[in-house]
């Protein structure tokens, strides 16, 4: 169990500057350079109640098929009913040319072990650049020099200054660009609190300096347009996140249009560290989420047997992009599926409850959006979580309209309190979720990214009505080796309705629609909006009653489009249009 159970999120409103964290994503520790104008947060619309609570992730929550404030039990799926990751069992490993698994398999299935699978590596615009293959400094190799920085912080009785001495001796064109306010925030006035820093340094810098032991083989880049999937252990995640964090990756500072990695989010931790311009609220923001980090760098170094609940992981995770041509992506308008199962709470959260179901992170093309800035709300606070999720930024370019991201077995480390300004670091979260053979917790998380509607007027359009369906549903497509029986449900909410300006009600039926087709139920979290969660559920049973189709019902999507400027309510709209009385509203 957690050591506390904090409120997830708060109700205020955020401000747009907050949620728009996508325009960060990319931005990279120097100063100087441009940041990415990428829309940001895809659902600060979902702020969960103050009264929820971060409970144990693989327990599911039977209070939600108690009768919940907004949608009465009678008139909602039961959420016990639905099919979960564990249930469905879907452990499996696929050995193919476009899945890199760097470990030995066998030694994992046969004796309990994990230990790093030996191949090529690669130096090549194809595979992660690790730092100890960059040679191209004389008389020392930049990894030489990195290596014996690193060795130094190992032993300890060392200050904030040396840890930024460290990282600048082997990034020195960066020497007077780079800022670390926030680590000195941390230090001076968190650190009495937490009191990790002098135990967790050493080990964070022994294991990125252990990267050559530990990664003997090329890590692909998940490029657009390309089906791949990376299998890593939370070993090897671990000592590429300390790689992250103490800025040893080349080429990756860098994201100035036309640069190498400018389709690429930031990996190294320099945009974290600084508190450029100076804003002292997200200084203490940034502060807060350096505490989530060292937490999860505490579990994964610490090897002491009488704490049994942190003992540092031992499982795999598997990260999946998923391209779907745009031949094989569904005719809508030929769709003749029925809707599916849906559950509706004005209770609960995608994280918690929804915890063993296919998990929707609102996502930013650029993934983990500004997890490493100034962002903060729910992918970010995902990410912040479960900072497994955060090396995905190593490999995944941008996604692309036809395309997402499948993790597969992250842990959650922490827990917090409140959202975007009032978020907090509020402890450490000992996760029980059970796993799979190959030792994947099961917790399955789906990034999709919904398009960013400036004015909202524009998402009333075949054309962004059409993309954000196909969107859905290649984030909830099945893998056809999967019998169509057997999926777990979807867990999301209300998908790019923040600073994006998605309407709720659109989403809410563009989601049903995309999982029909996927052959998925849902759980839909209106996060403590009991008026949202009775008109969702009153319209789906009233599609229900009346067998609307997904094919019917992109038909009348459509042709509200034409209507949509004059403010006619799209539930009533479509009641109208399949037959509902005003007396049966």
């Known amino acids: 169990e957690t050591s506390q159970k904090p409120s997830r ?57 108690a009768t919940t404030s907004g949608v009465r039990t009678e008139d909602t799926y039961p959420f016990s009913n639905l099919k979960t990751l564990q249930a469905c069992d879907m452990s499996r490993l696929s050995f193919i040319r476009e899945h890199t698994v760097l470990i030995y398999t ?16 690669f130096w090549d615009g194809l595979h992660v650049k690790l730092p100890h293959l960059y040679t191209h400094h004389v008389p020392l190799s930049r990894w030489g020099v990195t290596r014996e920085a690193l060795k130094q912080l190992t032993r300890g009785h060392f200050s904030i200054g040396d840890v930024q001495s460290a990282i600048m001796s082997y990034n020195s064109d960066y020497k007077n660009k780079w800022t670390f306010e926030v ?48 299998t890593l252990s939370q070993q090897q995640i671990a000592c590429l996140l300390a790689n992250a964090f103490f800025c040893t990756f080349p080429h990756r500072n860098n994201t100035k249009p036309g640069s190498e990695y400018a389709t690429f989010p930031t990996i190294n931790f320099s945009s974290l560290f600084s ?87 609102f996502a930013c093309k650029y993934i983990g959006g500004g997890v490493l800035g100034t962002g903060l709300v729910q992918e970010e606070i995902l990410f912040l979580m479960s900072p497994e999720l955060i090396v995905s930024r190593l490999f995944t ?43 994947r917790r099961y917790r399955q998380i789906v990034a999709i990214d919904a398009l960013d509607f400036k004015n909202p007027k524009d998402q009333y359009t075949k054309e962004n009505i059409t993309r954000e369906l196909n969107k859905a549903y290649v984030g909830f497509r099945r893998d056809p080796d999967i019998p169509p029986g057997c999926l777990p ?97």
């Not at 100087?32 to 327990?59: F, L, Y």
């Not at 299935?109 to 191949?119: D, R, S, V, W």
């Not at 022994?206 to 791949?228: C, D, H, M, N, V």
């Not at 395309?403 to 509020?426: D, H, K, N, P, V």
Request: charged letters at 25%; one cysteine or more.
């Open 9 to 65: 999120n708060d109700s205020r409103n955020t401000s747009t500057t907050h949620q728009r964290s996508c325009s960060e994503s990319g931005a990279a520790g120097a100063t100087n350079q441009p940041q990415r104008t990428e829309p940001g947060d895809r659902g600060a619309a979902n702020q969960p109640s103050q009264n929820q609570s971060m409970g144990e992730g693989s327990v599911r929550n039977a209070s939600l098929n």
């Open 106 to 121: 066998q030694y994992l299935l046969n004796n309990g072990f994990i230990a790093p699978h030996t191949g090529k590596a």
């Open 183 to 230: 680590l000195s925030h941390y230090a001076q006035r968190l650190q009495k609190e937490d009191r990790n820093l002098e135990t967790v340094i050493p080990k964070m810098a022994k294991l990125a300096w252990e990267l050559p032991e530990l990664i003997r083989k090329g890590i692909p880049l998940l490029r657009s347009q390309q089906t791949k999937a990376i």
């Open 275 to 361: 508190n450029h311009p100076k804003d002292a609220a997200k200084e203490a923001q940034k502060a807060q989420k350096l505490r989530a980090i060292f937490q999860y760098f505490h579990t994964v170094t610490n090897e002491d047997p009488h704490q049994p609940e942190v003992l540092k992981p031992d499982g795999l995770v598997t990260f999946e992009r998923i391209c779907i041509p745009q031949e094989q992506l569904p005719k809508w308008k030929n769709e003749k599926k029925l809707l599916r199962n849906l559950h509706v709470s004005s209770k609960g959260s995608i994280e918690e409850e929804g915890s063993g179901l296919l998990q929707v992170d």
């Open 397 to 439: 370019e941008k996604l692309d309209h036809n395309e997402c991201l499948r993790i597969t077995g992250a842990q959650i480390y922490s827990s917090y309190s409140g959202y975007s300004r009032s978020f907090e670091w509020a402890g450490p979260y000992h996760d029980k979720t059970k796993r799979d053979k190959w030792r």
């Open 489 to 585: 449900a979807i867990a999301t909410g209300n998908w790019g309705c923040g600073a994006f300006g998605g309407d709720p009600k659109l989403k809410a039926l563009i989601q049903l629609m995309a999982a029909a087709v996927a052959e998925r139920d849902m759980a839909y979290f209106t996060f403590g909006n009991d008026h949202v969660a009775k008109e969702l559920q009153n319209a789906y049973n009233h599609l229900k009653t009346h067998k609307v189709t997904v094919d019917q019902l992109y038909k009348v999507l459509i042709d509200y489009c034409g209507h949509a400027r004059e403010r006619s309510d799209l539930y009533v709209f479509i009641f109208k249009k399949i037959g509902v009385q005003p007396s049966q509203l």
